[in-house]
């Protein structure tokens, strides 16, 4: 069983940045992948951004390119979601993920973290 729990969500302006962060109590050998997701107001959830736990590999989508760092603690108990340089459209619901070694999708979720960046 994976049991994740995001924190770090926060009011901030435009220009500004934040570090989410999120807990992972896991089992490490049932894990394949680490993700963050967003979910902006009326549209549909996106991958941000993804780690593989095995040898760290990052990969990111578009929007998130250049501006966002995914990474993990030395333990990988931790996955954290840096966001430099923060829009206004970058407001969302944040979600921690975990894809289970042997699944083809993420199957595990956090409840999600409030990301507000005011113009």
């Known amino acids: 069983q994976v049991q994740l729990a995001e924190s770090g969500g926060s009011l901030v302006q435009a220009g500004d940045s934040l570090r989410l962060s999120c807990t992972v109590a896991?089992?490490?050998?049932?894990?394949?992948?680490l993700a963050w997701f967003r979910k902006p107001p009326g549209k549909a959830r996106r991958i941000a951004a993804s780690i593989r736990y095995d040898d760290g590999l990052t990969w990111y989508e578009d929007f998130a390119k250049g501006r966002f760092t995914i990474s993990t603690d030395n333990d990988k108990n931790t996955v954290y979601l840096q966001m430099d340089n923060l829009k206004p459209e970058d407001t969302a619901l944040y979600y921690c993920?975990?894809?289970?070694?042997?699944?083809?999708?993420?199957?595990?979720w956090g409840q999600g973290a409030q990301v507000v960046v005011s113009s």
């Open positions: 896991v089992r490490a050998f049932e894990i394949a992948f």
């Open positions: 993920a975990a894809r289970s070694k042997g699944f083809g999708s993420y199957n595990f």
